[in-house]
């Protein structure tokens, strides 16, 4: 099955939104959905981009935000290895604020617990990705109804808001993959390593003529 979703999104500086156009595409397998995405903004007006060259820092984030029954799940990264002091508990524990949130191509994660895990990769090509992890219970995204955040993901950082308007409008650079890959109860690191080989070491079949 595939399915094509076309949604609003938009770059906010100060009270303003600059629009941004793309699309994504899903194909969804058994245990697993892979999506191709592309996103690009709009020039805004000159009043905006002067604007935007005094904010010094900006970033795009993308996360899942699992709800309480995921409370108490482990969670790691390419670039963080599996540790029983990294969970979902709607608090940032000393031991997860050593993990490392600045190292580039942290492209994969993973969330496992007795009810099973997810694995998410993204890959952005152009771009720099670093993980990303927030837990505040008290958080609320509007409309949504469930109220906390237990988000794990990645930050696209960027130098300004004026970077981050750059970034959006070179061509090509918003093009990324996106794929979730899903395991029953008894996942255990390092079984995300089947999953990750499928784009890593994809298997190659040649065929021969014979007479």
Not at 152 to 171: E, H, N, Y
Request: aromatic share 14%.
């Amino acid at each position: 099955m595939r399915v094509i979703t076309k949604g609003k999104s938009y770059i906010s500086l100060f009270f303003f939104k600059i629009p941004m156009d793309g699309y994504f595409q899903y194909i969804f397998y058994n245990n697993s959905i892979d999506a191709e995405g592309n996103f690009n903004s709009k020039t805004p007006p000159s009043g905006l981009l002067w604007l935007a060259k005094l904010i010094k820092e900006a970033s795009m984030y993308g996360y899942l935000d699992f709800n309480e029954n995921n409370l108490g799940a482990h969670v790691y990264s390419k670039n963080n290895p599996p540790s029983c002091d990294v969970d979902l508990d709607g608090e940032i524990s000393a031991q997860e604020k050593k993990l490392n949130f600045s190292s580039d191509d942290d492209e994969w994660i993973a969330v496992y617990g007795p009810n099973g895990a997810l694995v998410g990769r993204i890959n952005f090509p152009d771009l720099t990705q670093w993980f990303f992890m927030n837990e505040d219970l008290e958080k609320s995204h509007k409309p949504e109804e469930n109220k906390g955040e237990l988000a794990v993901g990645w930050t696209i950082p960027a130098k300004g808001a004026q970077d981050l308007i750059d970034i959006t409008k070179i061509q090509g650079a918003g093009t990324f993959t996106f794929s979730l890959y899903f395991f029953p109860a008894g996942f255990k690191p390092p079984m995300e390593i089947p999953a990750l080989n499928i784009k890593d070491h994809p298997v190659k079949v040649s065929c021969a003529k014979f007479r």
